[in-house]
Nanobody, 122 residues
Framework: QVQLVESGGGLVQPGGSLRLSCAAS????????MGWFRQAPGKEREFVAS????????YYADSVKGRFTISKPSGGNTIYLQMSSLKPEDTAVYYC???????????????WGQGTQVTVSS
């Protein structure tokens, strides 16, 4: 059974930074693609970023390019989302996601974490 656990969310002022983490279990170590989606109040869930099993290629939503960086250290089952220059419109619940396979895309996999809240506000 694949389990994803997100952490690192919180309240941050506009222009600030946060780093989200997603720890995965039940998947082959370093052998899985993973990604991030988010859902803001009153909005549909949207793709944020994803990363291939070996760290390349990566994919980003246009809204976060240049501000967010997804990473996956070699040999581990944790991915990170470094978020900088945060904007109020980045406020959302951020979800970790995977299909359990090695190839990243912008599509949703079937495995989800519980989500971590990111709030960007003054």
């Amino acid at each position: 059974q694949v389990q994803l656990v997100e952490s690192g969310g919180g309240l941050v002022q506009p222009g600030g930074s946060l780093r989200l983490s997603c720890a995965a279990s039940g998947v082959t170590p370093s052998g899985h693609a993973m990604g991030w989606f988010r859902q803001a109040p009153g909005k549909e869930r949207e793709f944020v970023a994803s990363i291939n099993w070996d760290g390349s290629p990566t994919y980003y939503a246009d809204s976060v390019k240049g501000r967010f960086t997804i990473s996956k250290p070699s040999g581990g089952n944790t991915i990170y989302l470094q978020m900088s220059s945060l904007k109020p419109e980045d406020t959302a619940v951020y979800y970790c996601n995977t299909d359990g396979g090695p190839i990243a895309s912008t599509k949703e996999g079937i495995y989800w974490g519980q989500g971590t809240q990111v709030t960007v506000s003054s």
